[in-house]
């Protein structure tokens, strides 16, 4: 269209000047200056016409298409066909929008959903899409230029709507992996007869009401405290059977000391019984006598031994301790009789 403005008013001008010319050159004298400069003037706006109509042809029919990008002909609001990229030659009054047929990459903020309890439910993903190099043409003559605002955002919204509300609202968090698998794969599927391809759906993050976030956060908090308490109620009991068992350990040891202080008893007591048979079986009279003299102290002077003991002194074993020069002490040894 501008090409076609700028060509007429290249003829508007360069016509006017032609006749102007033309018409110098017809009025004067063949020969003459007049004639000359109408000459001039008709010489130039040919030169002019072709300049700029040959200019402004060249710079509208030249296009040049960046790597990754296709571009649609137009032709009078016809799409007539596409070029490739790299320098392309249409015609002066065609037009060319270009279109990327790279992964693109377009981010969804705010995207409302419901979950089985209809709870709010919002969220971000980002979505990665390619558009066939072959297709670009047909999706433009079918759907248009703005293709993406008629077939990929609606969508967006419609799958996460319908893969939401088949979940709690408590299990929405957890099976986020599930639901992002099933969107993409509806979108994908559903544009596919469009030329479009999903490479991948992201999901960025998933949000709630405030009022659900302040319940779910009560509930944490909860669910610690019960954790907490549970823990100390373990503990507490590790703490009861540490000690029973400790004291059980002490009553088995006190048990145990107990049994070996009764052996070590029985044990001496059968001990004393037998040295005592033994001192019984080895003791006669005369030893016995014996001994008893021996316990004598020494500043003994008179012994009072009951009679009819049947014991006999030998006086020599009484003055035993005495030296060769002392002289035998007296000790007078009187027998009693115990009457009836």
């Not at 006749?19 to 009025?27: D, H, I, T, V």
């Not at 200056?33 to 040919?46: K, S, T």
């Not at 293709?147 to 986020?176: G, H």
């Not at 350990?249 to 006190?254: H, Q």
Request: aromatic share 6%; proline share 4%; charged share 25%.
């Amino acid at each position: 269209m501008v090409w076609f403005v700028s060509v007429a008013i290249a003829i508007v001008l360069c016509g006017v000047a032609f006749l102007f010319g033309r018409a110098m050159r017809s009025e004067a004298e063949p020969g003459s200056p007049e004639a000359d400069r109408g000459l001039i003037v008709i010489v130039l706006a040919i030169i002019v016409f072709v300049i700029w109509v040959g200019a402004h042809t060249a710079l509208s029919a030249l296009k040049q298409i960046e790597a990754g990008h296709v571009g649609v002909v137009y032709q009078f609001g016809e799409i007539v066909g596409q070029r490739g990229e790299g320098l392309q030659f249409v015609a002066p009054w065609q037009e060319i929008r270009t279109e990327s047929i790279r992964v693109q990459r377009h981010r969804f903020d705010n995207v409302s959903g419901f979950s089985s309890e209809t709870q709010d439910v919002i969220v971000s993903a980002t979505v990665n899409y390619q558009v066939d190099p072959g297709a670009v043409q047909e999706l433009y003559r079918t759907v248009g230029p703005n293709w993406f605002d008629t077939l990929v955002e609606p969508r967006i919204n419609q799958f996460f709507k319908a893969e939401t509300v088949k979940y709690k609202t408590v299990d929405i968090a957890p099976n986020r992996e599930e639901i992002r698998l099933a969107v993409q794969d509806k979108l994908d599927t559903d544009l596919r007869r469009f030329s479009i391809t999903i490479t991948d759906l992201l999901i960025d993050n998933i949000d709630f009401n405030a009022d659900f976030k302040r319940s779910i956060e009560e509930k944490q908090i909860a669910a610690q405290n019960a954790l907490r308490e549970q823990e100390r109620i373990v503990q507490s009991q590790n703490v009861a059977i540490q000690r029973e068992e400790e004291a059980k350990g002490e009553a088995n040891a006190e048990i145990e000391r107990a049994r070996g202080a009764a052996e070590a008893i029985l044990l001496r007591a059968q001990a004393q019984a037998e040295a005592n048979r033994l001192l019984d079986e080895s003791l006669t009279a005369q030893v016995i006598q014996w001994l008893a003299v021996d316990k004598l102290a020494p500043t003994i002077d008179i012994a009072l031994i009951p009679s009819g003991q049947g014991i006999i002194l030998d006086p020599a074993t009484l003055l035993g301790n005495l030296d060769e020069d002392d002289e035998p002490a007296s000790i007078p040894v009187t027998t009693t009789t115990q009457g009836n």
